[in-house]
């Protein structure tokens, strides 16, 4: 169990059985009287986010929250299978709980699920990803510009900004956090 001095930003809990994060965090010591937790939660399930004011008696309950690496192997409908590495059983995640991991998710990918009391709820993918360039248009002479980018699309559909001098059909090293281009992969 947590007590209300344990509350910082990041800790995980459980509030009417549904697993939340704490995103904001304020101690408030008024002239008189017991001091306060001022506190911004997100429901880490459906993203929904509240404030919430605890005294300094309240006590919770620690989120049943791990995290368990999986294998990412199709896409369904608007879900997304994956299996675990250990004992081949698979969960499937909607697109709002995937978000924008979809734009990186490629065959056989290994990534983090998060599991609330052995339900999936969410994914971390790995910092960096390999990405085949499938559409890109062509550098035009002239465009010599020092930093000059172009759009090209990536194998999962996305599109992202990278130098000019990369062409269709090469391997390139995308940072997941960022959406950002990092390197040309040779091979």
Sequence with gaps: MYTAS???????????NDP??????NFVKPGKGQALYRTK?????????????????????????????MQYLYKEGDKYCFMDNENYEQVFLTEEQVGDAQNFLIDNLDVEILLFEDRPIGLTLPNFVELVVTEADPWAKGDTVS??????????????????????GEKIRVDTRTSEYLTRVKG
């Design 147 to 168: 930093g000059a980018t172009k759009p090209v699309k990536v194998q999962t559909g996305y599109t992202i900004q990278v130098p000019t001098f990369v062409s269709e």
């Design 41 to 69: 939660l997100k429901n880490m399930i459906n993203g929904n986010q509240f404030e919430r004011t605890f005294r300094s008696v309240d006590n919770f309950e620690p989120a049943d929250l791990r995290e368990k690496k």
């Design 20 to 25: 939340y994060v704490i995103i904001e965090f």
């Design 6 to 16: 344990d509350l910082r930003k990041g800790l995980r809990l459980k509030i009417d």
